[in-house]
Structures are given as C-alpha cells and as structure tokens.
C-alpha cells in the first residue's frame, strides 16, 4: 500500500458557488467562477512538482489508476464554504492536474475535516492506493 501527500497552498475555493452561465452561438453553457478557475490553475503547479519529484525518487507513474482512498484538511481563512463541495473542487483539480486519471478512482474518504488557518490557508492531501 502506497501513501502520498500533496499541499495546495492559497485559499480554498468551492467549485459550485458562483457559477457563470456563458453562450457561445445559441448554446448556454455552465461553467465554474472565475476565482475557482484561478485556485485550480494555481494548484496545479505545485501538484505537478510533487508529481515530478515522486517520478524521478520512487518511481510512481502518473496519472494513478488505482482505487484510492483520499484524506484532505480544508484550511479555510474564514468560515465559509462546505465540506462536500470542497471535496468536489479538490478531486477535480486532482484529476486535472493529471494526479488521478479520473476522480473516480477515489472510491473512498477517510478523516475529511475543515479547518481554519487565517494566515496560511491551504488544502492538504493524503492518497492512499
């Protein structure tokens, strides 16, 4: 069994607050608000380094296939925002970060909890598989 650790520094943002609805010809599309898309471009920089970093140590091939287990600590700068739809925000950014193929191989959540840090608000991540 295998056990990695990701940190997304920066303030959480939930995916399904605030969405836009965009048109392009005579289709409307819904498409997630801009300050999702900023922390999702953000984080996933430092996901691809940690992600190099375990290629090149252990050799660990991404993207994972494996079913997994996610653990996260949400550290929020304020109280605002749920549990459920952090977790939402962060599998997808794992996903498109090229950590997992497809968010559904995260089959499990084990010990997911919201925090408070008001000076270094961040997402921590454990994958187990």
């Known amino acids: 069994m295998n056990t990695i650790s990701f940190v997304i520094p920066g303030v959480p943002i939930t995916k ?3 969405n836009r609805r ?16 900023k922390w999702n471009k953000a984080a996933i920089e ?16 991404f993207p994972l296939t494996a ?7 949400v550290y929020r700068g304020a109280r ?3 549990l459920v739809n952090y977790i939402q925000a962060i ?5 498109d970060a090229g950590v997992v193929e497809d968010d559904k191989f995260i089959v499990r959540l084990d010990d997911c909890v919201l925090g408070l840090d008001y000076e270094h608000p961040r997402v921590v991540i454990e994958l187990t598989f």
């Open 80 to 82: 605002r925002g749920d």
């Open 16 to 18: 399904k607050n605030h």
């Open 91 to 95: 599998q997808d950014t794992l996903q």
């Open 22 to 37: 965009i048109q392009r010809g005579k289709r409307v599309f819904t498409v997630p608000s801009e300050a999702y898309e």
């Open 67 to 73: 079913e997994m287990t996610m653990s996260c600590t």
């Open 46 to 61: 430092p996901l691809r380094s940690k992600m190099a970093e375990w290629t090149s140590t252990i050799g660990l091939a």
